[in-house]
């Protein structure tokens, strides 16, 4: 009788001392991180705002310019990405340069009620060593509050 509770603990255990190789798709990466704000933070239902991602690589780390920065927001976002992602690359490099935000334009749809919603998404890049010569997909989890007045 004891056989059958014995094997999912094993299991359970073997799962959570599994050490993550895969740093560079957790939200709490020592490579990066990112900082997600609106502009405008307040819009009419129809308007379009703008996506400000800002990086903060570490000491070392840069973020590649190919493949490029993406964002997608969550199916629950009452709106649509209007138009291409911007974006300051350093030519000499091919990396983005961190000191100023990545845009992407995003409307919200027309008819979305009035008060405060909260747009999340995923914001995927590549971080890279100067140093070390690799790179590592990151992926981290955003979200943003914004008010719709009438």
């Known amino acids: 009788m004891k056989a059958p509770v014995f094997l999912p603990a094993c299991l359970l ?5 599994t050490p993550n190789t895969q740093a560079g798709l957790t939200a709490d990466n020592r490579y990066v991180t990112v900082n997600a704000a609106l502009a405008p933070d307040t819009v009419r239902s129809g308007d379009t705002m703008q996506v400000l991602l800002t990086f903060h690589p570490a000491a070392g780390i840069h973020i590649a310019a190919e493949p490029p920065v993406s964002f997608s927001p969550d199916t629950a ?10 974006r300051t690359v350093d030519t000499a490099s091919g990396s983005l340069v961190a000191a100023f935000p990545v845009r992407e334009a995003i409307q919200v749809a027309v008819g979305t009620a009035p008060g405060i919603h909260y747009l999340r998404g995923t914001v995927v890049c590549f971080c890279c ?11 981290q989890e955003v979200s943003v509050a914004f008010v719709v007045t009438r």
Do not use: M, Q, Y
């Open 129 to 139: 060593s100067d140093a070390e010569k690799w790179c590592t997909k990151f992926r």
């Open 77 to 86: 976002f009452p709106g649509a990405l209007a138009g291409p992602i911007s």
């Open 13 to 17: 255990c073997a799962f959570l001392w």
